[in-house]
């Protein structure tokens, strides 16, 4: 007669109440003014800081002006 091993699952998670769903705590939105707080400070384009006013600079700091058009 061959001896068959059990495949029914019979184990449990430890510290977690069975019955009660997980509810997730991890997903739930930032409290806070995070956002208004981003809005200030400029983007990183490459070596370049975009800020929100419209100035483009270095990363230093040092604004960035246009090169010149050349025209033919």
Do not use: F, Q, W
Request: glycine content about 8%; overall charge positive; aromatic content about 2%.
């Amino acid at each position: 007669m061959t001896t068959y091993i059990n495949t029914r699952a019979t184990a449990r998670a430890i510290g977690i109440p069975h019955g009660e769903p997980y509810k997730c705590p991890e997903l739930r939105p930032i409290a806070g003014r995070i956002t208004t707080r981003t809005t200030a400070l400029p983007s990183r384009r490459g070596n370049r800081l975009h800020h929100p006013c419209g100035l483009v600079t270095d990363l230093a700091g040092l604004p960035i002006t246009p090169a010149p058009e050349i025209t033919p």
